[in-house]
């Protein structure tokens, strides 16, 4: 790192004298004239004068000539010499204000004034380097005939200075337009001489060139170039400075993974371009891009792919902008968007398509191809709202009403959107207040034994009402539970009542039962399911047997090797598994026969169709076939028809759940039904 400037006496060197040095000609000079005079002026004096009178009277006044020619001699040397310190001080002077003026581009200005005036030329600049082109350099301050002048670009390459990569100095006292190219800015310029200085930061890169140049030749190399590397000492380290804040500046307001202005940088030009459509009283859109899936991605691949599929996502959309549009990552996954001037909304879908285009081509990556899809929300401005933060706001629910849409499209801001976030928010509220206040309780629907017409089995299902207020039914706020990170506390408390409830039922002396207990995919795959469901057995007491694990087919399928590690554990504990909702995902055959799971149910929107549709019957049968073949029972879930219940007795069901046997159960009339269940 560059150290900080400063005047040292041995930045001086060359350009102040040395006293010792001086002293010693003089000594040596009035030395050699004292021998001399004595050796010679007898000899002299007899040859000049024959007359001994005469002679003699001269030989009287010897001294005093003396004296007086070493008196002339010694005057015309010290003034000399302290004409000298005085231009030297007068140079020290200048160059301490020069380089000590103010910093920034006022710096540069003074600069070069002060150093045409140390060194009496005609012209003086300071250029920086062109960092995409290294022959090009552009003057930032240029001082030429007394005043400054605008600033010019020229090439290094045909001037007297294109040595300067080489060597610190270009030195070209005279004819220095026999060594430009013709035209070349330089000559222009009607100059005889030039000196010229690298600058240079503290890796010795060349970042920009200092010079004088003067119509006349240019004398006393050694002293010029003493004060030139004053300057040009204090002129690299105010350019270091300078490059130094606009790298801190573009590290604090941009990305540095995308190159694009981050969320503040966004933010500021978001609210500059309102300001403007606000004094045009022209339209404006506010875009927000989600990604969809990028954390499965990240999980698949590794962060590195993640952040390299980030980084080529942001070069593809940056494509096609034009200009005015605001472009920039705003953290994550997510980007932001302004489109000035927009007419329509047909306007907006354009240009979204537009700048979307370049991600229909699939990346490249690890041997696969990927497809990246986004989901877009739009505000308008003056429509949606007339402030920044309202408009923020608003992209932002249309956004999530993109994504909650399916993903992979586009959704424009509507006041219910707005509501129905609200009455989340609500109900987030709601539900963190609901496990405080003990609101949940389990129902639990019983199972049928088609063959014998027994109860076989139950399911756990949750319930939350609040005092005075209706219930609310799981599909309200299990995926709002699932979201905020509350189906932790609430998943592991609807385990644990179940089989702590299970439990007190066989104390009872009712017969057992197993109860069933949906997991979902944070539990499965965010927490050690299999220790959390080890913990809970011993705590409450209940055999693995009287227990089974509800996983939707979705969830097997996310992850297949953490998803067969995870089964194992928990088969290995006793736990009976099964595969709930079966037929509403993309289910593997493959893998599907080597998960140790022991029942499958299908999804109650198959049943619903029998036997009226040919299709819901077909597709029903082969399930039913299919895990008879695998080994499984089945169960059907939403069974509320006599119809329904003797085609699944025909097809070779086992069990069926539903009203037509029985809704959820309060756990006191589910020990009735028990009770009756013995008795008979």
Same mark, same amino acid.
């Given at each position: 790192?560059?150290?900080?400037? $400063?005047? %040292?006496?041995?930045?001086?060197?060359?350009? @102040?004298?040395?006293?010792? $040095?001086?002293?010693?000609?003089? %000594?040596?000079?009035?030395?050699?004239?004292?021998?001399?005079?004595?050796?010679? %002026?007898?000899?002299?004096?007899?040859?000049?004068?024959?007359?001994?009178?005469?002679?003699?009277?001269?030989?009287?006044?010897?001294?005093?000539?003396?004296?007086? @020619?070493?008196?002339?001699?010694?005057?015309?040397?010290?003034?000399?010499?302290?004409?000298?310190?005085?231009?030297?001080?007068? =140079?020290?002077?200048?160059?301490? =204000?020069?380089?000590? $003026? %103010?910093?920034?581009?006022?710096?540069?200005? $003074?600069?070069?004034?002060?150093?045409? =005036?140390?060194?009496?030329?005609?012209?003086?600049?300071?250029?920086?380097?062109?960092?995409?082109?290294?022959?090009?350099?552009?003057? @930032?301050?240029?001082?030429?005939?007394?005043?400054?002048?605008?600033n010019i670009g020229y090439s290094l390459e045909g001037s007297p200075c294109g040595a300067l990569r080489g060597k610190e100095i270009c030195w070209c006292p005279k004819n220095v337009r026999s060594k430009q190219k013709p035209g070349h800015p330089l000559c222009q310029m009607d100059v005889d001489s030039c000196l010229a200085m690298g600058l240079r930061d503290a890796e010795q890169r060349l970042i920009g060139v200092i010079m004088v140049l003067s119509r006349g030749p240019m004398e006393q190399r050694r002293t010029a170039e003493s004060l030139l590397r004053i300057f040009a000492t204090r002129a690299a380290a105010e350019l270091e400075r300078k490059a130094a804040e606009r790298k801190i500046a573009h590290m604090a307001f941009f990305d540095p993974l995308t190159d694009l202005p981050n969320q503040q940088r966004f933010r500021e030009e978001f609210e500059t371009a309102l300001m403007h459509a606000r004094r045009r009283q022209a339209s404006l859109a506010l875009v927000y891009f989600d990604f969809d899936r990028f954390k499965t991605i990240v999980r698949t691949l590794g962060h590195l792919y993640g952040q390299w599929v980030l980084r080529q996502t942001a070069t593809k959309l940056k494509e096609n902008l034009r200009p005015g549009e605001i472009f920039a990552h705003l953290g994550g996954d997510e980007f932001g968007l302004v489109l000035p001037d927009v007419a329509s909304t047909a306007d907006v879908r354009g240009a979204i398509e537009r700048v979307l285009n370049p991600l229909k081509a699939p990346m490249n990556i690890v041997g696969h191809e990927l497809y990246v899809t986004a989901s877009v929300g739009v505000a308008l401005f003056p429509h949606d709202g007339e402030d920044a933060e309202t408009l923020l706001r608003h992209a932002d629910v249309a956004m999530s009403r993109a994504k909650a849409m399916g993903r992979n499209n586009v959704q424009f801001y509507t006041p219910e959107m707005s509501r129905r976030s609200f009455q989340a928010l609500v109900l987030e509220n709601r539900l963190h207040r609901a496990m405080e206040r003990n609101e949940f309780m389990l129902l639990y629907q019983p199972q049928l034994d088609l063959a014998g017409g027994t109860l076989s089995g139950m399911e756990a299902l949750i319930c939350w009402k609040q005092e005075g207020r209706s219930t609310f039914s799981p599909s309200e706020f299990i995926p709002l539970a699932e979201e905020t990170g509350l189906i932790d506390p609430l998943g592991e408390w609807i385990l644990f009542t179940a089989c702590r409830q299970n439990r007190d039922w066989q104390k009872a002396g009712l017969p057992p039962q197993r109860v069933a207990v949906n997991v979902s995919a944070r539990q499965f795959f965010q927490r050690d399911i299999a220790a959390l469901v080890a913990r809970v057995l011993k705590e409450t007491g209940l055999d693995p047997e009287w227990l089974a694990l509800e996983i939707t087919e979705s969830i097997l399928f996310q992850d297949i090797a953490e998803t067969t590690v995870t089964l194992e554990k928990l088969r290995d504990l006793g736990v009976h598994l099964v595969i709930d909702d079966f037929g509403t995902g993309y289910s593997s055959l493959t893998y599907l026969k080597n998960f140790p799971m022991g029942t499958l149910k299908i999804d109650q929107s198959f049943i619903a169709g029998i036997p009226g549709e040919q299709g819901a019957c077909t597709i029903t049968t082969a399930v039913i076939a299919m895990a008879h073949h695998l080994r499984m029972t089945v169960v059907a879930e939403g069974v509320e028809s006599e119809d329904q219940k003797k085609f699944l007795e025909r097809a070779g069901c086992e069990k069926i759940q539903g009203f037509l046997y029985s809704a959820p159960l309060e756990p006191g009339d589910f020990a009735r039904l028990l009770e009756r269940n013995s008795a008979a």
């Open positions: 790192m560059r150290k900080p400037f $400063s005047l %040292s006496r041995d930045i001086f060197r060359g350009l @102040i004298p040395a006293s010792w $040095s001086m002293a010693l000609k003089i %000594s040596c000079g009035y030395l050699a004239l004292g021998l001399l005079w004595i050796l010679l %002026s007898d000899r002299l004096l007899a040859a000049l004068v024959a007359d001994p009178h005469t002679l003699t009277r001269l030989q009287t006044f010897k001294g005093l000539i003396f004296i007086l @020619i070493t008196f002339v001699l010694l005057f015309i040397l010290l003034w000399h010499q302290f004409n000298r310190l005085r231009r030297a001080e007068e =140079q020290i002077a200048l160059v301490a =204000q020069g380089v000590s $003026s %103010s910093v920034g581009d006022a710096f540069f200005t $003074s600069l070069v004034a002060y150093l045409a =005036q140390v060194l009496e030329t005609d012209c003086a600049l300071v250029a920086t380097i062109d960092e995409n082109e290294a022959n090009q350099v552009q003057t @930032i301050a240029l001082w030429r005939d007394g005043a400054i002048r605008d």
